[in-house]
């Protein structure tokens, strides 16, 4: 939503902005003048990236040449826990103070960058496999070209389970979530454990990846996360969950998130990402089949297959889980970090943390 101050209001966009995330301000300058600083957090994965334009107003005629004002005194552009400066360019972002005085129309081309898409790369194209479509399905036995230390034990071989789960050694089939920690030694990480069903809609994709450009961002994230881990991705796996439905379901409705676990043969991280999540129950589980709601919702956690160690991502298993997209353990809105080598959980928060309802961009 653009709010736009000064003269002549402008009209708002008047398509809407598909798969983007955009936060904007005007500020009222002398003599009809006004800023317009637009951020987008979008990013085309293909080597280049997404060129948007913005219109305002009527289609106008061919626009005026736009000055910078001389001295031009801008609005800041600031992130969480950070203090913001004047003409703080976080990102590359464009930003512009132009006269608005004859001007009926305004194309602004963006360019953003990649660093700001929440979900890694995935799909046939990065060379992931896909699970078959089939309720309460899971992949094949995936061996593992690096051992992955969870919870203080090496694992070689894991399943990507429809049901939200990737499982070490055995997969799971169940579709109602337990409370952990379970009582029958089941290691796995729950992104988000409930009643899948890719029948009815929706793709699991899934690779173990060494490649540079992949390893080097999950690096950076890792380190900007954990700064006094010293850390250097050499493998990961990559999950994801794209737009999959719910068990009986009588709506469109698709979650999208996604799991990344990466190592160095040493230190063990888990990145949890959650683009989209709409629905938290499938009817077997209690679920309303029109909106995917109630009954027993799913569960976002770690179980260590010892009995007795474990983590649940608050919300778990109640109606709030549906609002994990806006929760963080790293101020990145939808995204749970966790070091996950050792007995003990490295990235626990110590209180719940709360929903971004603010309507600040996150960069």
Known sequence: VFDAFGPPALPAAPRPLHNKRVCSSSRVHNRSVFLLSVLFSGWGWGGRPNKTHLRFGPPPPPPPLLSPLPEPKLGFLQKPNVAATPNSPFHRAPIWDFSAGAVRGVVVNIEPTPEAALLYPYGLDKGDSKNPKLDDGTSKRVVLSVPFSFYGKEYETLYVNNNGVISFDTPVKQYTPDPFPLADGRPFVAP?????????????????????ALLKLITQHINQYFPSIPFTATWAFVAT???????????NKGNTFQAALTTNTKTSFVILNYKDIQWTTGVASGGDPKTGLGGTPAHAGFNSGDETNYYNIPGSRTDAIINITTTSNVNVPGRWVFQVNELELIGVPTEVPHAAADKRCWL
Do not use: K
């Open 192 to 212: 988000y454990w409930g009643d899948v069903d890719n029948v009815l809609g929706g793709e699991i994709f899934y690779r173990q990846t060494t490649d540079p």
């Open 241 to 251: 969950w794209d737009h999959v439905a719910y068990y009986d379901s009588r709506s």
